[in-house]
């Protein structure tokens, strides 16, 4: 991956978001609101894992930098990435509470009436706001390209534990958005 001084500059601005605890609770309290409208739809999802393998599944994960903000604000980026989510582990999500809204919002098959498009545009509207109002840059990235971006992150990065690891996955691929 050709990295660019976009990326370095992007990065540097992810590590100080990350550690801005008003940003990253305020993304995390879209997240639950976002989480009780999908949870009315009542979908449903067998945590089969499937989705968040990308190169099988042929979906695709899309994130904004706030998003990203709030996974690295409670795990360390730096692993392999391969054609798989790297927060996957045995068939289950270890980044439940942190995901970002495609694996949030993702249910399969798709529903005739898309409510899981038009919930996403505008959540992922509202979490736009949220990253404006902290003077984020705006990059709206594949997740393997993205996490790829990351990679060299310095080592003093402040992580957290990764949290969420026995929770199944009710899974992560952003098809919806437009994300393709
Ligand atoms: S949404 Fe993902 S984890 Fe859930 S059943 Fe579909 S492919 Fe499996
Ligand atoms: S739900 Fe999202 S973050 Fe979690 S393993 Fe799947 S793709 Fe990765």
């Given at each position: 991956m050709t990295d660019t001084m976009d990326d370095h500059a992007w990065r540097r601005a992810v590590r100080a978001a990350g550690a801005d605890p008003a940003m990253i609770a305020e993304v995390r309290r879209l997240y639950r609101l976002a989480d009780a409208e999908i949870a009315s739809h009542r979908p449903a999802c067998r945590?089969?894992?499937?989705?968040?393998d990308f190169q099988r599944s042929k979906h695709r994960l899309y994130v904004t930098t706030a998003e990203v903000c709030v996974v690295l604000s409670a795990v360390d980026p730096r692993r392999p990435v391969t054609g798989?989510?790297?927060?996957?582990l045995d068939g289950l999500c270890t980044i439940r509470d942190a995901r970002p809204l495609g694996c949030r919002v993702f249910h399969c098959p798709p529903t005739p009436d898309d409510w899981q498009g038009r919930l996403y545009e505008r959540w992922l509207g509202r979490i736009k706001r949220v990253e404006a109002r902290f003077g984020l840059p705006y990059r709206y990235g594949e997740w393997l390209a993205t996490l790829g971006r990351l990679a060299?992150?310095?080592?003093?990065?402040?992580a957290g534990e990764v949290r969420g690891g026995s929770n199944a996955c009710e899974s992560g691929v952003d098809s919806v958005g437009g994300g393709q």
């Open positions: 945590a089969c894992g499937a989705c968040c798989r989510c790297p927060y996957q060299e992150l310095p080592a003093n990065w402040p």
